[in-house]
């Protein structure tokens, strides 16, 4: 399959669709009343509908809001690659001074995790999914690409707030302390591929550059 060869490791984020990031905002804000409206039943939340890019077929995403779910009480939102349904949990967020915009931005980011999941052509090759238990978590080709979207989402979201000098700076150095602060969160992640698998570190930037600043 020569466009998985293509776009595995490459410096180029996953491709979304255009329409995309409505869809996105979309769920997100239903994500957001739904967990300020109290509801303590299961809703669905709604469905993606977009054409994925590397095979240019029709995907429907159906998406569910859940209250509270023990099972799932350390899980934000996830994505089923066989049942091909994506799922946030809001209650299971950590977010100490909430408020509508931030909780926005949060569940935004977790979203676009998830979403990065259902468009990626490794989903697409039959079974992939599956057997991955005995690859690091952190080290896996599908994960590294979801958190590549969801760390450049999450820089999107607080531009405003971060000096673009400084980001570049980082970019060019291996100095965590000069990482934008509205990466604290991922900062275990950042450390772990650091240390750990330091391709992914230099496609993680190279991806940011080109995305922020090339």
């Not at 299961?42 to 159906?62: A, D, E, W």
């Not at 001074?97 to 979203?111: A, G, L, V």
């Not at 531009?159 to 980001?167: P, R, S, V």
Request: glycine share 2%; charged share 25%; hydrophobic share 35%.
């Amino acid at each position: 399959m020569n466009w998985y060869k293509k776009i595995i490791l490459s410096s180029k984020n996953i491709q979304f669709p255009d329409d995309i990031e409505e869809q996105i905002d979309e769920i997100s804000n239903k994500t957001v009343e739904y967990y300020f409206s109290q509801q303590n039943e299961k809703i669905f939340g709604g469905t993606f509908n977009f054409i994925n890019p590397y095979n240019n077929q029709l995907n429907s995403i159906p998406t569910i809001i859940h209250p509270f779910t023990i099972e799932f009480k350390n899980t934000i939102a996830i994505f089923n690659p066989q049942k091909r349904i994506l799922s946030i949990f809001p209650y299971h967020h950590n977010i100490k001074d909430i408020n509508p915009s931030n909780f926005f931005n949060y569940i935004k980011s977790y979203i676009y995790h998830e979403i990065t999941h259902a468009i990626d052509p490794k989903f697409l090759i039959e079974d992939w999914w599956r057997n991955r238990q005995d690859v690091d978590y952190l080290l896996r080709e599908e994960e590294f690409d979801a958190y590549s979207k969801q760390i450049e989402q999450t820089i999107k979201n607080n531009i405003n707030d971060i000096n673009i000098e400084n980001l570049k700076m980082w970019l060019k150095t291996d100095n965590t302390d000069l990482m934008p602060g509205c990466l604290k969160d991922h900062l275990d992640i950042i450390q772990y591929w650091k240390i750990n698998k330091p391709i992914y570190m230099k496609k993680l930037k190279q991806r940011l550059y080109n995305f922020f600043i090339g």
